[in-house]
């Protein structure tokens, strides 16, 4: 996968379906990367919305709250943080599949 | 070849057990040496009944035996190993586990209380008696439940199994209903009557996010008989390459004895659904990957001829 790729899928994510919908989805698939270890594709994604236009900035910057129970904006240090606890679970993951 | 040891022995009742030593390869890195404290993941038959007739199955022809394992002598041997501390998570297959739905909550209940209820445990079941799952008392804390699912049309995805499984309603209305709908997950076998292309992976992939199943893995089956040889289609062949429906996260090379990789697809409303597929080539190593429990009360070093008895 490289990133002319990723910007396809995200891009296609950001033009399905309304703006909730889309927030839903995005919001997923940075969840997704955490779980998975890809915290390049992470950055990227946050970098891809705010390219794409003011709203989705906002929407890029959203995506972190996700992570905390309270719905409030998270550091990069908690992100940090949430990324090396999905790591740890993708190790488990790996263990449990091999 | 790296100094990466392939295996390292694992002592369980008082024999030396090789395992494997090293953890697969990640996107095309070296392999690394397995971390100490060495585990193994435990397979629970709880009865080799299964009631189907699948035609890929490695004991096709061999599921109607009756039976079930001792739940005491289970009792027994899951308190040894977890003095030993040796089980890293634990699957629950058959035969099919849910055909004895009182005795598979049973030994649940008996895994959570003497291991504690961080034991990753999953299910695999043929669906054909779902619905059971609302009488297991501790699902909330069961990791996975693997359905057996080929085709995203019922009456092709029952004439594999040759009797009533689990139509989409009742999954649907399962996963409804379940604390956390992520616990499902599909499994279907790649065939070339079935799900054998990259169209059908995607229409199987649609069909799966319409359900409410968050993940599937597409399996290339194991050449276990003729129908297999002639049948069989290799994930890699139908995974498509630069399409913007897929984006893949992660893949692992275990030398030549298998192969996964991880993606997620996007359908056309925006809805997610990851996806993994698996090849396990023929010839597998010569160390144990999984302890096997059977319905015979014996516990073995994997399946097979070659699996060596550690426990009776």
């Known amino acids: 996968m490289n990133e002319a790729e990723f910007r396809a899928f995200v891009t296609r994510l950001v033009l399905c379906g309304d703006r909730t919908s889309v927030r839903n989805s995005l919001t997923e698939l940075m969840c997704l990367l955490i779980r ?14 705010i390219e794409v236009d003011h709203e989705m900035a906002e929407l890029g910057k959203n995506l972190k709250k996700r992570l905390d129970k309270n719905g409030e904006d998270v550091t990069m240090e908690e992100l940090g943080k949430a990324i090396r606890e999905g790591r740890e679970r993708i190790r488990r993951e790996a263990a449990f599949r091999c | 070849m790296s100094d990466v040891p392939i295996t390292k022995n694992l002592t369980i009742f008082g024999k030396s057990i090789p395992v494997k030593g090293y953890l697969c390869a990640k996107n095309g890195c070296p392999y690394q040496e397995k971390p100490d404290p060495l585990k193994i993941q435990l397979v629970i ?19 109607g035996k009756r039976g079930h394992l001792d739940p005491k002598k289970l009792e027994r041997l899951l308190s040894e190993l977890e003095q030993q501390q040796v089980i890293r998570g634990i699957s629950i297959t058959g035969g099919e586990p849910m055909a004895d739905i009182v005795l598979l909550d049973e030994i649940i209940e008996m895994i959570f209380d003497i291991c504690g209820v961080e034991m990753e445990i999953s299910i695999n079941t043929n669906g ?5 799952l609302r009488k ?6 069961v990791d996975a439940v693997h359905i057996s699912r080929h085709h995203y049309d019922e009456v092709k995805n029952q004439a594999y199994f040759g009797i009533p499984v689990a139509r989409a309603e009742e999954i649907r209305e399962l996963s409804g209903i379940v604390k956390d709908p992520k616990l499902f997950c599909f499994n279907c076998l790649l065939l070339k009557d079935g799900i054998g292309s990259t169209e059908e992976m995607f229409r199987f992939l649609d069909f799966t996010a319409e359900t409410g199943i968050p ?6 089956p194991m050449v276990v008989n003729p129908y297999v040889e002639q049948n069989k289609v290799s994930y890699e062949d139908i995974f498509p390459r630069e399409d913007p429906r897929v984006f893949y996260t992660k893949e692992y090379c275990d030398y030549t004895y298998c192969r996964c990789r991880d993606g997620v697809y996007a359908t056309d409303s925006g809805k997610l659904v990851e996806f993994y597929g698996r090849e396990t080539m023929a010839g597998g190593p010569e160390y144990a990957r999984v302890l096997v429990y059977g319905a015979d009360d014996v516990l073995r070093t994997g399946y097979g001829e070659k699996a060596r008895v550690i426990y009776e």
Do not use: Q, W
């Open chain 2, 215 to 220: 993940k599937v893995g597409f399996v290339t």
């Open chain 2, 136 to 141: 297991i008392s501790r699902l909330p804390f």
């Open chain 2, 128 to 132: 054909s008696a779902l619905s059971g």
């Open chain 2, 45 to 63: 038959c709880p009865t080799f009944y299964c009631g189907a007739h699948c035609p890929f199955c490695v004991a096709a022809g061999d599921t």
């Open chain 1, 36 to 49: 998975e270890d890809a915290e390049d594709y992470l950055i990227d994604l946050v970098k891809e919305l």
